[in-house]
């Protein structure tokens, strides 16, 4: 039974695949020896599914991929050449349907990676129960050497191949923003899908992550960055577990590093950084800037904007090579890039106490094992990540009602809570400060709904995760018990569909 066998180094030997890859960073662009991304998913899985008493049947048909599909197609440069494309949509679990998850565009992407992040998607999905199957979806090309019209056209023949082979459809696999996608990239998707569909009614549920002109929802850009805080803010909050690690309880005055600043990394730093906490350090690709008093996240954001490039902000030290950034010395390190940046090479170097994992994948199995033993708190991608598909969810809800959340009773509600107000003022006859009473009766309109509401299930999921660690005993950590209850709630929901009786 290959899920009892748990030390990592036996495990990499009987990999099947060869175990050296070029890491999935252009971070740190070197050879590293490590598992490849589906088995490292499934080295997870399995150390969790021990402690389980589901049958090896059940526990295969859980882990395994259930589609994958391999396109290539041709692409028509504006200088008249033709390139080939090679792109992969996988739908790693249809317990739930529609399947979920973003689309990457990275010279990085290959079948393995999409396999793996489509199993952390379903994961994902399990943890902050979003009734979903996980996808994934990647083309293999580096955004910057294509102009935004050769995009579109890689993008919209993308759309079309998955729409001929039915893998994109409201009740069937549901699309959004990834590493190097974004907005403009779902909204040339949605208008494919449409001119290709009959059901035009339900056809803005194809892809989430859309501007919010064409369907998107308030909040969806930003929503990957303020779940990572919401997380964060709750594992700090409990000082139970901060003493050990020789921290206070709360975000506030936490130094942080931040690794990639990008969508995610922007918006976790900057609500961080909002919520008390200090950013010390913002990695990217090219290099690193530094300040132990803290860096201004929206001016740096700014810098980038008309530069080009973090590296020689003002009032920060510039690093030229951005991997010494994840070893500077701090409370929390938020790898917000890709996958295999912290493997048994540099874990040894790594001083945060704490880990929280952004990106999907940036701790290998083998570097968790060494920071685990060292006692460092890692909060799992497959929930701090979470925040992206909660609104997405949120999103499709939406474009499935045709109607926006708050858009029925906002008006109703804040008359209600007004003449309520009003009522109390009369009795006492003392009157509030127009701001508090304004405050006070305000009806929510969509952001506030979405952002509250990735609160709650954020706060929900990391209690439930932890009461698993509790209930498991001491050995247990963050990701081990994040896999078992994901391996329970996906098994009930197979048992439920009479699979396995
Ligand atoms: N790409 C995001 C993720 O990895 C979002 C997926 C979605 O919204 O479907 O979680």
Redesign the pocket.
């Known amino acids: 039974m290959p899920f009892l066998f748990f030390h990592y180094s036996e495990y990499l030997k009987g990999s099947t695949i060869s175990s050296t890859v070029k890491a999935g960073n252009p971070i740190d662009n070197i050879m590293k020896t490590v598992l490849p991304f589906f088995e490292q998913v499934n080295f997870n899985f399995d150390k969790a599914a021990k402690y389980t008493n589901y049958s090896p049947g059940i526990l295969n048909e859980i882990k395994i991929c259930n589609s994958v599909y391999h396109m290539t197609f041709p692409l028509k440069r504006d200088n008249g050449t033709i390139e080939t494309i090679h792109a992969w949509r996988a739908e790693h679990s249809h317990h739930k349907l529609p399947t ?3 689309i990457r565009y990275s010279t990085l992407v290959n079948e393995d990676e999409i396999m793996a ?1 489509a199993a952390l ?1 379903t994961y ?1 999905c399990a943890i902050v129960d979003v009734p979903f199957g996980g996808a994934k979806g990647g083309i293999q090309i580096n955004v910057e050497k294509y102009s935004v019209g050769e995009l579109e056209r890689i993008t919209r023949r993308y759309a079309y191949e998955l729409v001929s082979k039915n893998f994109i459809g409201p009740g069937i696999d ?5 590493y190097g996608t974004g907005e403009r990239e779902m909204a040339w998707i949605l208008d494919t899908y449409t001119a290709m569909t009959s059901d035009k009614l339900e056809a803005r549920a194809c892809v ?2 859309k501007p919010v002109e064409q369907g998107g929802i308030h909040g969806r850009k930003e929503a ?1 960055g303020l779940g990572v805080y919401y997380g964060l803010r709750e594992a700090c909050s409990f000082e139970e577990d901060m003493k050990p690690l020789g921290l206070s309880s709360g975000l506030e005055g936490k130094s942080i590093v931040v690794q990639g600043f990008g969508n995610v990394g922007y918006h976790s730093a900057k609500f961080l950084q909002e919520g008390g906490a200090v950013i010390i350090a913002i990695a990217e690709f090219d290099g690193a800037i530094y300040n132990t008093q803290g860096l201004e996240v929206g001016k740096v954001s700014d810098y980038r904007n008309e530069n080009g490039s973090i590296l020689n902000f003002p009032d920060a030290k510039t690093m030229k090579n951005p991997s010494e950034a994840l070893e500077l010395e701090c409370d929390i390190l938020v790898p917000a890039a890709l996958e295999n940046q912290i493997t048994s090479e540099n874990v040894h170097r790594i001083k945060a106490r704490i880990i929280a994992e952004a990106a ?1 994948g940036p701790v290998t199995p083998e570097a968790h094992d060494i920071l685990k033993n060292r006692g460092t708190l890692i909060i799992p991608d497959t929930y701090l ?2 925040g ?2 909660i609104v ?1 969810y949120f999103e499709w809800l939406n474009n499935l009602s045709h109607v926006r959340f708050g858009r029925v009773g906002r008006r109703f509600e804040e008359n209600s809570r007004k003449d309520f107000m009003m009522a109390i003022e009369r009795i006492t006859g003392k009157r509030l400060p127009e701001n508090e009473m304004k405050r006070l009766v305000y009806g929510p309109e969509e952001r506030t709904l979405v952002n509250t509401s990735l609160e709650d299930t954020m706060a929900v999921a990391y209690n439930e995760i932890r009461e698993t660690r509790t209930q498991y005993g001491n050995g247990i950590d963050l990701r081990t018990a994040s896999f078992i209850k994901v391996i329970n709630k996906i098994a009930v929901s197979y048992m439920e569909l009479g699979i396995f009786p």
Do not use: Q
């Open positions: 979920k998850g973003g992040l998607m994902k549901v699309p959004a923003p990834d989430t992550g990957t999907n990540n979470a992206g598909v997405s």
